[in-house]
Nanobody, 117 residues
């Protein structure tokens, strides 16, 4: 059974930093892309950042220059370094892993990040 598990969330003051980590199960199939999404009450889940197995990245405009996504392909790990955090970054952050198989899209349970002003 595939598992995607996030860690590293919590409470931080505005201007501070946090690092989120995500571990995805290792198995027969490789992972094409891993990413971070976030969701606040009453809103749709939105992309924060995504990274491919080749290292290509894509960021939401709202986090460019403040957040950095990185990945350890050998261990199926993905990280999100968040700096210069703002109260509007407060959300539940979800990790996503897209395995190289039909239907291989998996999500973590989500982790709370709260930025106080």
């Amino acid at each position: 059974q595939v598992k995607v598990v996030e860690s590293g969330g919590g409470l931080v003051q505005a201007g501070g930093s946090l690092r989120l980590s995500c571990a995805a199960s290792r198995g027969i199939f490789s992972i094409n892309a891993m990413g971070w999404y976030r969701q606040t009450p009453g809103k749709q889940r939105e992309l924060v950042a995504v990274i491919t197995s080749g290292g290509s990245t894509n960021y939401a405009d709202s986090v460019k220059g403040r957040f950095t996504i990185s990945r350890d392909n050998a261990k199926n790990l993905v990280y999100l370094q968040m700096s210069s955090l703002k109260p509007e970054d407060t959300a539940v952050y979800y990790c996503n892993a897209q395995y190289a198989v039909v239907g291989g899209d998996y999500w973590g349970q989500g982790i709370q990040v709260t930025v106080s002003s």
